[in-house]
């Protein structure tokens, strides 16, 4: 886990068939307050249920999440 969580999600971005993942990164980037440098999960989850985006849903980051730990 080197990358933090957004550079990681930000693999996901400009699918030309968007999906949840890929939605959920494009509002990520153009969200200028996401906690870039974050690795921590509450902090990241804090800040979503807080100030993100709908489009960022907690349960799709739940699902990035698991992919960003295992990866």
Do not use: C, N, Q
Not at 9 to 32: I, P
């Amino acid at each position: 886990m080197e990358k933090s969580f957004y550079h990681f999600a930000l693999s996901y971005r400009g699918k030309t068939d968007a999906d949840d993942y890929s939605r959920f990164a494009d509002a990520m980037f153009l969200d200028h307050d996401f906690p870039k440098t974050a690795r921590d999960f509450e902090k990241i989850s804090r800040y979503l249920e807080e100030h993100a985006h709908p489009v960022m849903k907690a349960s799709v980051f739940d699902e990035m999440w698991e992919e960003y730990t295992s990866y």
